[in-house]
Nanobody
């Protein structure tokens, strides 16, 4: 029932900021007990958890990406947003948004969106 949909540009130039929005339907991002996350899979690599926020709004970041990652949410639109600054071609990946439970199990996630960093 819960559905997540990533949206944003598929091509970003190096040094610019990658911005993606996840729109959630069938559930509220403020529902108690859930975490809303971003995960990516760079080309040729495994899944990488980037971080996200709890239902309360508290944010969590992957240490390797924290310095250039920003999460935000718009509860009125039931959306949350990823911003990744100073991108390089190594940030080329399929990006997913997802809903997690505290154990880390992902029950729902979007179909993913390909983002390519290239001039």
């Amino acid at each position: 029932q819960v559905q997540l949909q990533e949206s944003g540009p598929g091509l970003v130039k190096p040094s610019q900021t990658l911005s993606l929005t996840c729109t959630v339907s069938g559930g509220s991002i403020t529902t108690s007990g859930y975490f809303w996350s971003w995960i990516r899979q760079p080309t040729g690599k495994g899944l990488e958890w980037m971080g996200g926020f709890a239902y309360s709004g508290s944010t969590y970041y992957s240490p390797s990406l924290k310095s250039r990652t920003s999460f935000s949410r718009d509860t009125s639109k039931n959306q949350f947003t990823l911003q990744l600054s100073s991108v390089t071609p190594e940030d080329t990946a399929v990006y997913y948004c997802a809903r997690e439970v505290p154990t880390g199990r992902i029950h729902y996630w979007g179909q993913g969106t390909q983002v390519t960093v290239s001039a």
